[in-house]
């Protein structure tokens, strides 16, 4: 019966209890064979060791496997602590640079807009000196036709006597 496991021995231990007769008046005791009972006893406590061997040993393994899962866990848990660290890392330097970035954008429209003031400003003070320049040279232009106008005129006036001033052309027709 070595063959059998501890269960199947204990369960024929029962089979027989079971299945024994009864003592003549009284219920609860029964005849059994004496050597067999002895050799599934023996059976049972030759395996016994065994079978509490490999309890113990998966007991063992239970807690080694937990111990080993926890440490995993905790390998795990430091794992996603660390990702999340640096993706707040990341996170962190991402707003940064869009903060810089943004700074940098102003900066520049910032810069845009004075130079496009300084531009106008310049702008407009050559044309208004242009504008000055041109209004001279307009009342210059004006002032030498009226003096040119007013001598014509004073020469075709005085066309029949002879020219005071040799200098002027006369207009001839």
């Not at 501890?6 to 005791?29: C, F, G, H, N, W």
């Not at 509490?52 to 996603?80: C, D, F, M, P, Y």
């Not at 320049?133 to 232009?141: F, G, K, M, Q, T």
């Amino acid at each position: 019966m070595n063959e059998h496991g501890i269960e199947e021995v204990i369960s024929t231990l029962y089979e027989m209890i079971q299945d024994a007769r009864s003592v003549p008046l009284s219920a609860e005791k029964c005849i059994v064979e004496r050597d067999r009972v002895l050799d599934l006893l023996d059976e049972i406590s030759n395996q016994l060791p065994g079978e509490l061997k490999q309890a113990k040993t998966i007991v063992e393994s239970r807690g080694e496997v937990i111990n080993n899962a926890k440490r995993e866990a905790e390998n795990i848990l430091k794992q996603a602590q660390a990702q999340a660290r640096q993706m707040v890392s990341d996170d962190e330097i991402y707003k940064h640079a869009q903060e810089e970035a943004n700074a940098m954008i102003q900066a520049a429209q910032d810069r845009i807009r004075e130079l496009k003031n300084v531009t106008n400003d310049y702008v407009d003070d050559a044309l208004k000196q242009t504008e000055q320049a041109i209004s001279e040279a307009l009342n210059e232009v004006k002032e030498s036709r009226a003096k040119f106008n007013a001598l014509v005129g004073a020469q075709n006036k005085a066309k029949n006597p002879a020219p005071a001033n040799p200098a002027i052309i006369e207009n001839v027709d």
